[in-house]
């Protein structure tokens, strides 16, 4: 079946502006998080929506950054008033959620680049 | 907090040589563990995992084994291909004081593995 889908696959911007990314989870996943993944940080942990649940938001590093997620399905990551250092690769994964459903999937990315 | 340490990279291998990385972890109870795997031009995608004490993850030739004694979660394969060239992520999902999982991975920094002919 399909997998997590991103759009969009690349994304240049300049300093100041807001971007959207957005996130396809895989059909019938309750659970979905997204990551940021940069050369000197690694992979990190941005957000997390399990069901109707209120999100863990204890991963994003600025009130700049916000997620949402309409209908338990698709989510939206928004970046606010772009920074360089915010240049990375945004990852997405979905898991069908609970205690032991953890796989998660993860779809290709969206590489955001600040000018 | 809950962290991951795995080895530095890059580590250059001939085919058909063993492979060790290592993983150790710091963590609250006893967390899944994971091996994720991204090939060059793709995204993350699970490799193996274990979820106990002492459960062995296996696939495609590699296996991990859950350590509680040492905290660790070292990754191996017998004999490594060029296909395997690729960056390897060790994970964990933390736990809540009362044991259930937080949901989301903490992952090490990753080690790239690149296998000659």
């Known amino acids: 079946g399909a997998g997590v889908s991103q759009s969009p696959s690349n994304k240049v911007t300049e300093k100041g502006k807001d971007v959207e990314l957005r996130c396809d989870p895989i059909s019938g996943h309750t659970a979905l998080y997204w990551y940021r993944q940069s050369l000197g940080q690694g992979l990190e942990f941005l957000i997390y929506f399990q069901g109707n649940s209120a999100p863990d938001k204890s991963g994003l590093p600025s009130d700049r950054f916000s997620a949402e997620r309409t209908g338990g399905s698709v989510s939206t990551l928004t970046i606010q008033r772009t920074q360089q250092e915010d240049s990375a690769v945004y990852l997405c994964?979905?898991?069908?959620?609970?205690?032991?459903?953890?796989?998660?999937?993860f779809g290709p990315g969206t590489r955001l680049l600040v000018l | 907090g809950d962290s991951v340490t795995q080895m530095e990279g890059p580590v250059t291998l001939s085919e058909e040589a063993f492979l060790t990385i290592n993983c150790t972890y710091t963590?609250?109870?006893?967390?899944?563990l994971f091996w994720y795997v991204q090939y060059p031009g793709e995204g993350l995608q699970l490799l193996l995992k274990?979820?106990?004490?002492?459960d062995k993850g296996s696939n495609k030739g590699f296996e991990a084994t859950y350590r509680k004694e040492t905290t660790s979660f070292h990754l191996e394969k017998g004999s490594v291909q060029v296909s395997d060239s690729a960056v390897y992520f060790c994970?964990?999902?933390?736990?809540?004081?009362?044991?259930?999982?937080?949901?989301?991975?903490?992952f090490g920094k990753g080690t790239k593995l690149s296998v000659k002919p």
């Open positions: 994970a964990l999902t933390p736990l809540f004081n009362y044991g259930g999982s937080q949901g989301n991975l903490i």
């Open positions: 963590a609250t109870g006893y967390p899944s």
């Open positions: 274990a979820t106990k004490a002492d």
């Open positions: 994964a979905s898991s069908l959620g609970g205690p032991t459903q953890e796989t998660q999937y």
